[in-house]
């Protein structure tokens, strides 16, 4: 059997890369997982299972503050050595692509999106300080960044657009496999009261939008995360709207499990929580752009709305009343993207791909001892 080794970008949180990841674990559990620090407390437990190996990132006492260090991070997978398994499998948002592998491996990057910090710098780091201290390293880090991207053997991407991010940034054209989800959790269950959401409060995230639109309107909202924009939205909230912080996936699931529909007032690349929700039997009321349009059929497992302003998504709400919606049909809509589909589907990718490679290698010359 061939050797594989999973590669990621670094394990100290409880995101929807890192779900991916521990699902590539899943399916090859004897592969050996290299990141550039391990943090067993703030990801996901079952990692504790595999055979996590890290850079010389790990010992440097940081865990939340992991971003700060992103000027060693290309030295750090640098530091794993040469890997010789024979398929190498990166999960990568902008590091573990770099990983080096042997000459007769076959190295594929799955890729959640190019490095945002890299490419679109003013969306993702907000702050003066911080693009002013980026800005003398951002060149070279791109340099670095397209020429690892440049040795890989094969692109997936994990959604549409991200496809067309990596066509327009490294000139590579990348298969689609959609990221797993856990649709086995949830349970179709009957509308609810209340809205949900289900984010970071980044301000990119525009949660901003389904606060105000709740509490113009009186209606029901739990706001499940955390992030740098609680004290805003707090500020713009009524009394209609509950703030749980962060909660554990069974306390996700049941609010998931009770509510009316989530909102998903930003772009996503893909967006696990949409997907989840339909799980529920739940619509989604999501802004028309990025992953929304790949996994929600809109006016069948809910509903999109093209200005990103709380007056087309309070439109949108109020719509939800003229559907008519089959709980069950969500749920089996939300399965195309479930883990079973995810494996079979990558399996396909890869498969294809090692057969070309086989086809397009010139034949072995004729030793002495063969003629």
């Known amino acids: ?8 970008d670094y394990l100290n949180q409880k995101g929807g890369a890192e779900r991916v990841a521990l699902e590539l674990a899943r399916h ?38 992991f971003r700060t260090l992103l000027p060693l991070y290309p030295a750090a997978f640098r530091s794993l050595g040469r890997l010789e398994h024979d398929l190498v499998v990166s999960s990568s948002s902008g590091w573990a692509h770099a990983v080096r592998t042997a000459p007769g491996s076959f190295h594929v990057v799955y890729c959640h999106a190019p490095g945002r910090w890299l490419y679109s710098t003013e969306r993702y780091v907000r ?49 689609v496999v959609h990221p797993p989800v856990d649709v086995d959790r949830f349970r179709a269950r009957p509308p609810g009261e209340r809205l949900l959401v289900v984010s970071r409060l980044l301000p990119y995230k525009r949660v901003d939008l389904v606060v105000e639109a709740a509490t113009r309107a009186g209606l029901p909202l739990d706001v499940v995360g955390t992030g740098p924009d609680l004290d805003r939205l707090r500020a713009l909230a009524g009394a209609n709207v509950s703030f749980h912080g962060r909660l554990d996936d069974a306390e996700i699931t049941e609010l998931m499990e009770g509510c ?19 799980a529920a039997g739940k619509p989604v009321v999501a802004f028309a752009a990025g992953g929304a349009l790949e996994t929600v059929v809109d006016e069948v497992t809910g509903l999109l709305f093209r200005e990103q302003t709380a007056d087309a998504l309070l439109a949108a709400v109020r719509r939800l009343d003229d559907l008519d919606l089959d709980p069950e049909a969500v749920h089996r809509h939300a399965r195309r993207f479930a883990p079973d589909a995810f494996r079979r589907r990558l399996d396909e990718v890869i498969d294809a791909a090692l057969e070309g490679r086989r086809a397009t290698r010139p034949p072995a010359r004729a030793t002495r001892a063969a003629v």
């Open 1 to 8: 059997m061939a050797s594989v080794a999973i590669v990621h």
């Open 28 to 65: 090859w559990p004897s592969a050996p997982i290299y990141t550039a620090l391990y943090r067993p407390d703030s990801t996901f437990p079952e990692f504790h299972d595999h055979d996590v190996r890290t850079s010389f990132l790990d010992r440097v006492p940081v865990d939340a503050a």
């Open 127 to 175: 702050r003066g300080a911080q693009r002013l201290l980026l800005a003398p390293v951002l060149a070279p880090l791109r340099a670095w960044d397209r020429r690892a991207a440049a040795r890989a053997n094969l692109y997936i991407a994990n959604a549409e657009g991200i496809r067309r991010r990596i066509r327009d940034i490294y000139g590579i054209d990348a298969a």
């Open 260 to 278: 009316r529909a989530l909102c998903l007032p930003g772009e996503e690349d893909f967006g696990i929580t949409p997907v989840e929700a339909m």
